[in-house]
């Protein structure tokens, strides 16, 4: 006689559970899932900063420019985008005014915040950058010039420290929007 019918149904249902234990595969470890900050690498000098995406509309290589008279001259002039006129502002001259050189690997960041439409021209663009947000810093990285005022914070990667731009600082600031030459 089979040994599964002089069991108890309860016993035998226990039979079948400490069977099922001991043949299951476990299910997958829970894994941590850290938050991440994710912005555009790009350099002004020797300086490595980051912008968030919201802020930018597109990068661009340096476009064709028209000057535009009685200007700072870190104000390069304006670029037609596409059928949209795009001012065009030397970031570098800006912060330490002293101008960008134009090379090969000099981008212009067309950023957007409110009313202000604007193309930084910088050194080099970096592409994407991913930090965990725990990583983040409020320490403002060693910097000359103004540039510290346009700073919310920092990132250390791999021993490189990214200083956060503000792209909101940098639209209220009544400085970069007064660009007339002063006489």
């Known amino acids: 006689m089979n040994s599964a019918a002089q069991l108890s149904p309860f016993a035998l249902l226990k039979q079948i559970e400490t069977r099922s234990q001991e043949r299951a595969i476990g299910l ?7 938050r991440t900050w994710s912005g555009v ?5 020797d300086m490595h900063l980051l ?3 919201a802020d930018i509309a597109e990068i ?10 009685s200007t700072l001259r870190w104000v390069k002039g304006l670029a037609n985008i596409r059928g949209n006129l795009l001012p065009i ?12 050189k134009i090379k090969k690997s000099s981008r212009v960041i067309v950023v957007q915040h409110g009313e202000l439409s604007s193309g930084l021209l910088v050194d080099e663009v970096y592409g994407m950058r991913h930090f965990f947000t725990e990583e983040h810093s409020e320490n403002l990285p060693d910097t000359s010039g103004k540039l510290k005022v346009y700073l919310k914070g920092s990132f250390l990667q791999n021993e490189v420290e990214w200083g956060v731009f503000s792209v909101a600082k940098l639209a209220q600031s009544s400085e970069f929007l007064n660009i007339a030459a002063r006489v």
């Not at 690498?41 to 000098?45: A, L, N, P, S, T």
């Not at 661009?60 to 008279?69: E, H, R």
């Open 28 to 34: 997958p470890q829970k894994a941590e899932v850290r």
């Open 51 to 53: 912008v968030t995406m």
């Open 89 to 100: 502002m030397d970031l570098k001259g800006f912060v330490d005014n002293e101008l960008c």
């Open 41 to 45: 690498g790009f350099r002004v000098g």
């Open 60 to 69: 661009l290589k340096y476009p064709n420019i028209t000057k535009v008279p």
